[in-house]
């Protein structure tokens, strides 16, 4: 099922379940920026990461002498749990509070929230979780969204790059293949603010970033003078990813990461994780526009 929202600029659609973005559609174009979620490459769009970023050591932690087994990236994927609860001709609210199934794997009260706002020719994408207990709330959310590359049918993968606000020197924490973090880092910009994009780029899973100067991304064509910008201030971490044969960038915002390869699994020492005081609420908008 999807749901639809629209402006003078864009129409979005927003499938369900898990309150995935699966389309941001030009009205004065009708050019398409979302990737297609094609089942054979990756049958995704935009998973919502909560109450983790990226993946536990052996898919588990520990919290209070208990050990809890938690899948990448968390519950909120394909979550039937995560309803609509607002619709405006310009914006769509999805939220879901915590349940007997979310619980056994993560023993927190919570309520989450996220909505899918139109603000000229951008998408704001705001983040909302409440503490309604009397202890603290431990978690991590980030956005995973995944855009169409190329374009236009007469550009390849590798006309797009990357470009950076802001000149970086940042380097890439590398991946064990079980998808823990390892204490080794690698060049990736050999242009102040710009890569290039290839699939080769890929080859050894995602491109995670603890110290970006930027705060806004964009990813365009050499052959095309349409741009698309992940905007993100405030978010410490960033990922760029997409299967080596995908033809699709991910560009993803992150309060938190994933495990170390030595870590303790011990959850409140966990990098990144964010500690929400009880009866608090926590924020985080990530914008998506488009330039033509």
């Known amino acids: 099922m999807k749901h639809f929202a629209k402006n003078e600029f864009l129409e979005i659609a927003v499938r369900q379940p898990g309150a995935e973005i699966c389309s941001i559609k030009s009205l004065k174009t009708g050019l398409e920026y979302m990737w297609s979620g094609d089942p054979a490459v990756w049958n995704s769009t ?106 236009h049918e007469n550009e390849s993968y590798e006309d797009y790059y990357l470009e950076f606000d802001q000149p970086e020197s940042s380097r890439t924490w590398l991946l064990h293949e079980n998808g823990t973090l390892l204490d080794e880092t690698a060049p990736v910009f050999h242009h102040p603010q710009t890569i290039p994009v290839t699939h080769d780029l890929f080859s050894k899973d995602a491109l995670v970033f603890k110290d970006l100067k930027s705060t806004k991304i964009s990813l365009k064509s050499h052959k095309s003078p349409q741009s698309l910008f992940v905007s993100f201030p405030g978010f410490p971490f960033m990922g760029i990813w997409a299967k080596p044969n995908g033809d699709y960038v991910c560009i993803e915002p992150w309060y938190g990461i994933a495990d170390k390869w030595d870590t303790d699994q011990d959850l409140r020492k966990k990098e990144g994780i964010l500690v929400l005081p009880a009866g608090e609420t926590f924020r985080a908008t990530y914008s998506i526009g488009i330039s033509e």
């Open 46 to 151: 935009a998973p919502i990461l909560f109450p983790i970023v990226g993946g536990l050591l052996d898919n588990t932690y520990q919290w209070k002498g208990e050990t809890y087994r938690l899948n990448k990236h968390g519950f909120i994927r394909d979550n039937p749990q995560l309803q609509l609860r607002g619709i405006t001709l310009d914006s769509l609210t999805f939220g879901m509070s915590a349940t007997k199934e979310t619980l056994k794997v993560y023993p927190f009260d919570f309520d989450f929230e996220i909505k899918f706002e139109l603000d000229g020719p951008q998408v704001k994408i705001h983040h909302t979780i409440s503490n309604p207990s009397d202890t603290d709330l431990l978690f991590s959310v980030g956005g995973h969204p995944g855009f169409k590359c190329p374009r």
